[in-house]
């Protein structure tokens, strides 16, 4: 019986936690992007906002990248 109420508890915390997390809403065509962080090679940082001081950004996701076919 403590299993039971290990797990209650558990799935109890994840709706919770569930409850709490808000989705950003998708970006139209010609928006600006929120400013954000990432982490960089050799445990640097790269911020948006520092690399639109460059110029353009052009930001593009491998999402099938590191999956199995």
């Given at each position: 019986?403590?299993?039971?109420?290990?797990?209650?508890?558990?799935?109890?915390?994840?709706?919770?936690?569930?409850?709490?997390?808000?989705?950003?809403?998708?970006?139209?065509?010609?928006?600006?992007?929120?400013?954000?962080?990432?982490?960089?090679?050799?445990?640097?940082?790269?911020?948006l906002?520092?690399l639109?001081?460059?110029?353009?950004?052009?930001?593009?996701?491998?999402?099938?990248?590191?999956?199995?076919?």
């Open positions: 019986m403590p299993n039971r109420a290990l797990i209650r508890a558990g799935v109890a915390a994840i709706v919770f936690t569930l409850g709490l997390v808000t989705v950003a809403p998708a970006l139209e065509v010609g928006q600006k992007a929120p400013d954000f962080t990432l982490p960089a090679a050799g445990g640097k940082t790269v911020k906002s520092e639109l001081g460059k110029g353009p950004i052009v930001l593009y996701t491998f999402i099938q990248a590191f999956t199995k076919p």
